[in-house]
């Protein structure tokens, strides 16, 4: 069986970095917002070319947290692609604004530059980007948009450490970066875990207020804050897991060549062009018979994922909230999305495999 991802295979080479990391955290008896995160987040801001990072308790809290820097009035607008993962539509929600879904490009599945003008309105405050399955969007022309109309950027960088768009790393281009180190993601954590990047000083210590109770010193609050801190265990590990991102990165890369070259053209592969250097998270084709095909590949013994079954609006929890904006793109990509075995673990025989099968579907 070739499994979709499987998290002790992964990060088995890791291991016995970790049980250091482990013990010098452990023995050190600091446990919260200690020498471990201050680490962590240098080392993460070196390495995206950012000036500051702050660690959290997840990438759901880093995009809140983001928006909520900016204190927008209840029910400003902002705009987010249509075909995103529910945590970056609940970030806003979470904030008092309202979602304006803008559809994704067909070949490269994210937001559309094109199309989000047509949405802007004087409600709008800003542009969340995602920077879905590993390729980053098409910052020129977003960045260019945003400075004419005034409004803010938060990039979702949830699945695209490492991730650059013409030599520049995801994380760097907006106001906000909001990271997630959800376990599965190409730099993950063995629990829940985030981090936002900026590189304004007064907006890098609003979200070390806000992550701490809304305090600066203790027992003394400023603001009306939350508890969302990366903790010092996680923080040890993502030390360890930052130093091998760069190898991580390039092994996925290798695999991703391997299905572009090899699977044949009744698959529709990811886009690829010379000014993105894409890290594949996801590695995502297409198929109109995608159902048919999963169950032909899991009776061959290959497992698979869909990321993600069901567009943003078209969820339970949105009935009323975002179920009024059609997004029939987003639906397609929905309904035949696919995604193939590409983690760290796997070997170029692995992908050989779901290749040969894949070819005779």
């Not at 875990?193 to 027992?219: F, P, Q």
């Not at 996680?234 to 091998?244: C, G, I, M, R």
Request: with cysteine; charged share 25%.
């Amino acid at each position: 069986m070739i499994e979709y991802e499987n998290l002790a295979r992964l990060n088995e080479p890791f291991f016995e970095d970790y049980k250091k990391a482990f013990s010098e955290t452990l023995e050190s008896g600091w446990f919260i917002l200690g020498n471990k995160v201050k680490q962590f987040e240098e080392q993460y801001s070196d390495y995206c070319g950012i000036k500051h990072t702050i660690g959290v308790a997840n990438g759901l809290d880093a995009l809140t947290l983001s928006l909520k820097a900016f204190d927008f009035e209840k029910d400003s607008e902002v705009i987010v692609p249509s075909n995103t993962y529910i945590a970056t539509v609940l970030s806003i929600l979470h904030c008092g604004c309202r979602p304006i879904l803008v559809e994704p490009d067909l070949e490269t599945y994210n937001i559309n530059p094109a199309l989000i003008e047509e949405k802007i309105t004087p409600k709008t405050k800003a542009i969340m980007v995602v920077h879905l399955y590993g390729k980053l969007c098409d910052m020129d022309k977003i960045e260019d948009i945003a400075c004419r109309y005034g409004l803010k950027v938060i990039e979702d960088c949830a699945q695209s450490h490492g991730a650059s768009y013409k030599g520049k790393r995801s994380g760097s281009f907006g106001d906000f970066g909001a990271h997630s180190f959800y376990p599965t993601k190409n730099l993950g954590a063995l629990a829940d875990a985030g981090a936002v990047t900026c590189r304004d000083d007064a907006l890098d210590e609003k979200i070390r207020t806000l992550r701490n109770y809304g305090s600066t010193v203790k027992y003394y609050n400023d603001e009306v804050g939350y508890n969302s801190r990366l903790d010092e265990m996680q923080a040890a590990f993502l030390s360890v897991k930052l130093k091998h991102l760069n190898a991580i990165n390039n092994h996925k890369r290798n695999l991703a060549a391997l299905y572009n070259q090899g699977l044949n053209k009744e698959f529709i592969k990811p886009n690829v062009h010379a000014d993105y250097y894409d890290v594949y998270h996801i590695y995502c084709i297409r198929h109109p018979k995608r159902d048919k095909l999963r169950e032909y590949l899991l009776r061959n013994n290959i497992k698979t994922e869909i990321h993600y079954p069901v567009a943003p609006n078209k969820q339970k929890a949105m009935k009323g909230i975002l179920d009024t904006q059609p997004t029939p793109i987003a639906e397609e990509i929905h309904r035949t999305a696919l995604s193939l075995p590409v983690s760290f673990y796997h070997t170029l025989n692995d992908v050989e495999q779901v290749i040969s099968v894949m070819n005779k579907f």
